[in-house]
């Protein structure tokens, strides 16, 4: 048997090999994919070889991952009971499906992941094989194993000769990746605590970072960032940028508590200055070219998007629905955005659109006023006779 196995060169992917090797009795395949965090792919072969696997697979997806899934994603404003901009979640589907793509090159019988029983991980990974590879068996070693923690996970470790870097156990689980960092476990699991400086990873704390505000400005072409203060750009440097500019002024730092697919509640911490940023970028410039109908509808959408990522439906029809939905509204959000950045905040200080129906002379309170101020009392006899009616009979 052929096994392709998801592996980051932690502790539970290095057991896993051997583990699923003799188990299984078993070639193991490793695959690994840059997404964003800072991998040494030569480092992870040598490594993954002298674990006992025949081969490591290494993919940079960074682009793919930002057009095909960060950049939908954007567009539909698809944001996890209203803080989670989804870094985690989006990237399980990306890298299964690379997963299955070497599978069948591989002419493997199975895959295998790294995640636990518990989690929402197990649930993209797979349900995205089961749509891409319905034939492929899929292993979750550590759902399935005898060991109870991390120190006998070790002694089996040694006992066998797998190299393990950590000896002293973390005080995070963290992953990571160009949308943003989860980071759960330790001292968060109280939510009463609050998180420690260590927890973060790339934001300055609001506190610390500069006196002085930033502003970025960012340009979207039917709703994909094109520019960042004036000069045309990729997504990627654009979200690259953002990360880095973000991050020092202390942008994107997501504390919550959210509902796992299994009925879990969580205690999560996140760090995705460039999400934050491009997401209350992108609503804005909507709210400057969507009716209200389209406004608020979408909002609906957005929300039924969010969950249909978190819960690991990527490749599914309602999803492609959703999607041609979405590409439909963003024909005429295109414009710039001005946001200022500064010690955790990133607020709105300007947009605009050669497609916004804001209208100046409307809204204005001055002597250019052109809104016919007199219509306003037969919309009102109309618009009110509601509230007429049950105020009459509610008098009664
Ligand atoms: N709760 C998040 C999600 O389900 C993040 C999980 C990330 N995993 C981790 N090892 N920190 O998308």
Redesign the pocket.
């Known amino acids: 048997m052929k096994i392709v196995l998801a592996y980051s060169g932690g502790l539970d992917t290095s057991v896993a090999i051997k583990w699923l090797k003799d188990k299984y009795n078993a070639e193991i395949i490793c695959y690994t994919s840059n997404v964003g965090q800072a991998d040494d792919p030569k480092k992870l072969k040598a490594k993954a070889i002298k674990t006992g696997a025949s081969r490591l697979y290494f993919e940079d997806l960074r682009l793919k991952f930002v057009n095909e899934y960060i950049v939908p994603s954007l567009k539909a404003g698809a944001i ?1 009971q209203d803080k ?1 901009p ?4 989006l990237a ?1 589907p990306l890298i299964a499906e690379g997963m299955v793509k070497v599978a069948k090159k591989e002419n493997a019988q199975a895959i295998a992941h790294g995640c636990t029983g518990k ?3 197990q649930v ?1 990974f797979e349900l995205t094989a089961k749509y891409l590879a319905p034939e492929l068996k899929v292993i979750a070693p550590v759902r399935e194993w005898e060991f109870h923690s991390r120190e006998e996970e070790i002694d089996y470790a040694k006992k066998y000769g797998i190299p393990v870097s950590v000896t002293k156990a973390k005080p ?4 990571w990746n160009l949308w943003g960092i ?4 330790g001292r968060l699991e109280n939510p009463w605590n609050e998180p420690s400086e260590d927890a973060y990873q790339i934001t300055a704390a609001p506190e610390k970072a500069p006196a002085k505000p930033e502003y970025a400005t960012i340009g979207f072409r039917k709703g994909v960032p094109v520019s960042l203060n004036g000069k045309g750009a990729d997504t990627l440097s654009i979200v690259e940028k953002l990360t880095k500019t973000g991050g020092k002024h202390g942008i994107g730092r997501i504390d919550m508590v ?1 509902d ?2 299994v009925g879990i509640k ?1 205690r ?1 911490i ?1 760090e995705a200055p460039a999400a934050v940023i491009l997401h209350a970028a992108h609503r804005e410039l909507e709210k400057l070219v969507f009716s209200r109908d389209l406004y608020e509808f979408k909002t609906l959408i957005s929300q039924r998007y969010s969950q249909i990522v ?1 819960f690991g439906q990527w490749f599914s029809h309602i999803k492609e629905c959703l999607d041609a939905f979405v590409d439909e509204s963003q024909k005429f959000v295109t414009g710039e955005v001005k946001m200022k950045l500064y010690r955790g905040a990133c607020t709105v200080a300007g947009r605009r659109s050669p497609y916004s129906i804001y209208s100046e002379s409307l809204a204005t309170y001055t002597l250019k006023d052109m809104f016919d101020h007199k219509a306003a009392q037969g919309f009102l006899e109309i618009f009110g006779l509601p509230s007429k009616l049950e105020g009459l009979r509610d008098k009664k």
Not at 172 to 175: F, G
């Open positions: 996890y989670y989804l870094a985690t979640a399980r989690g929402n991980d993209r995070y689980s963290i992953d989860s980071i759960e476990c959210e796992r697919l969580s999560e996140y978190y």
